[in-house]
């Protein structure tokens, strides 16, 4: 492996593994919130409570396992944009898809060991949580019941409840009881408006659950079809329902028995398609059967009548009477007396009710079904979508982090948020329409997944090829002021738009702007029009920028010059009166080197370090040609330097004092001078790699490098220092005609290549 791949995958994996403790332990707290009813208040030991957590862990892992790629991977590729990593990489012929490649590699273990999780990981920790659970709920079968869903007690019975009340939740409303007949089947039904929880006093391993005003239905089973048709159901309105709940085997819970239930969460891949297979084979035969039950009990039949038997192989018989042709309803009643009327009427709207209610079960029935069989062709094609959905955010997140530059856990975590809800959200609503067939259940897990897709490869393309990822009609655009300006309405806007409205409300129309070009940039160009090997151009002025022409390894793409804004560089260790400085400015944290090294700051540094020194409060306001008036002072008694602090600070000093104060004040520009000067350097080995330095220029303009006193002798030093015997091929000139110059050239090339497309 090589060092770079060890690199990225090293930053990638303590993102990922950072984001993926965090996440869990998250959950873990969410987890023990969700469940605290059924843990607390039981007298459980500790360790089933950490047994119950350990087992649920893995159950998140379709939600944390997506979401901490996408973290990890917006805030790896992210660090590598924020600090020129990218930059310095594609210039040594690496392109991104090559940065990615280890970690693609790594997604596709990812992936394997996911699929594992979910296939034999998952399943197993399910059922034992689902174990658990029912032991715990044991303890205290009165918590157990959880509104809105079907909760067991005891063996028999499935107890769903709209809403508790009471001091212990004894008081139930809106009851639904699923009863198992002695055959170990639901077949029976109880549903009544109220309820209530009761120990009995008699017998303490009783519980009595009392409802009220409901209804009980049982489906009856009997040997015969005749029987059947005969009694096929049961149904009965009460106002007062007892049932008593033995809880004798109760009371001494073994929290390590198994429990034989299996649910489609608890299943592998194997299994599912088993039971699959056997869902839709019995869904096939259940309406089959119940539609063949429904003809029957029309009257109607299907089997042809018996042949005609031959009257001559029959005895005479005496000639019955001709049948009475009834040809409706109303005719047949007619033949009735009022009292039969009736009691014909009363059977038939009590069969149309029974036929009604049969119906109503047996369609809600085969909802269930139709619904769990969809249930289990979800999870099965979930654990595959799982799979590629994380492939799938990774191509998304790692050329999102790219493009926003910015590493830690601030803006990459609000964008891995809303890109991983939007996968989640996605994902369910899909899931929800698809348990009733509105959708392919097969389909609905790789719905999220094939959406972010088109996102994934067109952000990787833009990326990759270095352009904007999201391009609209107004490009070009000031993001935010490098500097410390006051300029409204200019942020957020097109320069080059500005400048032609200007020009065009001063009547100036004959003017065309064709390049809003960065005074750094056209130092650069003017100086490399002159002098071949000019490589870096830089501003060292009331601020401080440099520029450099940045080679393609490959040779695919001709030179490009990279603006850096050096002058915002922040990795700096700063003194006490830097940071005073920098709480006083107008946009305090930004433009860190800036304030340490240009000319409109190092009067207020000087200023800084002088009240400290004097014990003074607040900063004594210096200009930067006062600094300078101060350094040049070359009298024995520094008279002109004790001039110029005197009148700020209001004190007179000896001699020997203005000198050494005239030795702060030159350290204050000596520290300019080589902070400045190592920029240079690092672009300078940067560019030179593993090769020898050859001949080159470096252009500087400004009023800092031209006119203050020391700046350009100490710089040169500095340069001399770090580069050693190295040093003579780098020459410093000052390029004083940059602006105008550069600007023509700029435009000119501008023209150019407008031409040419």
């Not at 309406?287 to 039949?301: A, C, E, L, P």
């Not at 040779?555 to 700096?572: A, C, D, H, Q």
């Amino acid at each position: 492996m090589k060092i770079i791949d060890r690199y990225i995958i090293t930053q990638f994996l303590k993102n990922f593994l950072g984001a993926l403790s965090i996440l869990i332990l998250i959950f873990v707290f969410h987890t023990i919130f969700t469940y605290i009813d059924e843990l607390a208040g039981r007298g459980l030991e500790l360790w089933i409570i950490f047994k119950f957590l350990f087992y649920f862990v893995p159950q998140l892992i379709p939600i944390i396992m997506p979401l901490a790629v996408v973290i990890a991977s917006i805030m790896t590729f992210g660090s590598f944009a924020e600090s020129y990593e990218f930059a310095a990489m594609k210039a040594s012929g690496i392109s991104l898809m090559r940065v990615m490649r280890p970690l693609i590699i790594l997604m596709a273990l990812l992936s394997i060991g996911t699929f594992f999780l979910a296939n034999n990981v998952i399943p197993v920790a399910y059922r034992e949580v689902y174990t658990l659970r029912s032991n715990i709920a044991k303890v205290k079968p009165a918590m157990a019941i959880a509104e809105g869903v079907f909760s067991n007690i005891g063996e028999d019975i499935s107890i769903k409840v709209g809403k508790k009340s009471g001091d212990n939740d004894q008081f139930l409303e809106s009851v639904l009881i699923h009863k198992k007949t002695p055959d170990r089947v639901n077949r029976t039904v109880i549903n009544a408006k109220r309820g209530e929880l009761k120990s009995a006093k008699s017998n303490p391993n009783f519980l009595q659950l009392i409802l009220e005003d409901g209804t009980y239905y049982e489906d009856i089973k009997t040997n015969t079809y005749e029987t059947q048709q005969k009694m096929p159901f049961a149904k009965v309105h009460f106002k007062k329902y007892v049932i008593n709940l033995d809880l004798s085997h109760l009371n001494n819970v073994d929290f390590n028995e198994k429990n034989d239930a299996t649910t489609y969460k608890m299943m592998n891949v194997g299994q599912l398609n088993y039971a699959i297979d056997s869902l839709q084979s019995d869904f096939k035969q259940n309406i089959t059967d119940y539609g063949n039950n429904m003809f029957r009990r029309t009257g109607f039949s299907t089997t042809p009548p018996p042949p005609p038997i031959p009257t001559d192989s029959l005895p005479q018989k005496k000639k019955a009477a001709a049948p009475i042709e009834v040809k409706s309803v109303v005719q047949l009643l007619k033949m009735l007396n009022n009292g039969e009327q009736q009691r014909v009427l009363e059977m038939a709207m009590s069969n149309n009710q029974a036929q009604l209610d049969n119906v109503e079960f047996r369609q809600s029935d085969l909802e269930y079904r139709y619904k769990l069989m969809n249930l289990h062709i979800m999870n099965l094609s979930d654990k595959f979508a799982l799979t590629i959905a994380c492939f799938v955010l990774f191509f998304v997140a790692a050329p999102l982090g790219a493009f926003i530059r910015k590493g830690g856990i601030g803006l990459p975590l609000v964008f891995a948020m809303i890109l991983f809800l939007s996968y989640y959200f996605i994902g369910m609503f899909m899931k929800n329409i698809a348990e009733n067939n509105t959708i392919n259940p097969a389909l609905a897990p790789w719905i999220p997944a094939l959406i972010l897709m088109p996102l994934g490869i067109y952000l990787t393309a833009r990326v990759a090829t270095d352009k904007e990822v999201f391009q609209f009609p107004l490009t070009h655009k000031l993001i935010v002021w490098t500097k410390e300006f006051a300029t409204q309405g200019v942020e957020g806007k097109v320069v080059n738009d500005l400048l032609k409205e200007a020009l065009a409300r001063r009547g100036m129309t004959n003017v065309t702007p064709v390049a809003v070009i960065n005074d750094t940039v056209a130092v650069l160009l003017a100086a490399a029009y002159k002098h071949e090997h000019t490589y870096i151009g830089s501003i060292y002025a009331t601020g401080q920028n440099t520029c450099y022409y940045e080679e393609f390894a490959d040779g695919s793409e001709p030179p490009t010059v990279i603006n850096m804004e050096s002058g915002g560089f922040g990795n700096l260790p700063f003194s006490k009166y830097d940071d005073i400085l920098d709480r006083e400015s107008e946009q305090p944290g930004a433009q860190r080197l800036e304030k340490m090294v240009s000319g409109r700051y190092l009067g207020t540094l000087y200023g800084a370090a002088l009240a400290d020194l004097l014990g003074a409060d607040g900063v004594y306001p210096f200009s930067s040609i006062e600094l300078s008036e101060i350094i040049t002072d070359a009298y024995l008694d520094r008279h002109a330097a004790g001039a110029v602090i005197e009148a700020k600070t209001g004190m007179t000093f000896t001699a020997a004092e203005r000198t050494l104060l005239q030795e702060l004040a030159t350290a204050v520009i000596v520290r300019s001078a080589r902070i400045v000067a190592a920029t240079y350097v690092a672009i300078i080995q940067h560019r030179m790699g593993e090769n020898e330095l050859e001949n080159q220029f470096v252009a500087v303009d400004g009023s800092v490098y031209e006119k203050v006193p020391l700046v350009a002798h100490h710089l040169r030093g500095a340069l001399d220092t770090l580069l050693l015997d190295e040093a003579v091929n780098v020459k410093i000139i000052l390029e004083n005609t940059g602006s105008a110059l550069g600007a023509a050239l700029a435009a000119a090339m501008t023209e150019r290549n407008e031409r040419i497309k």
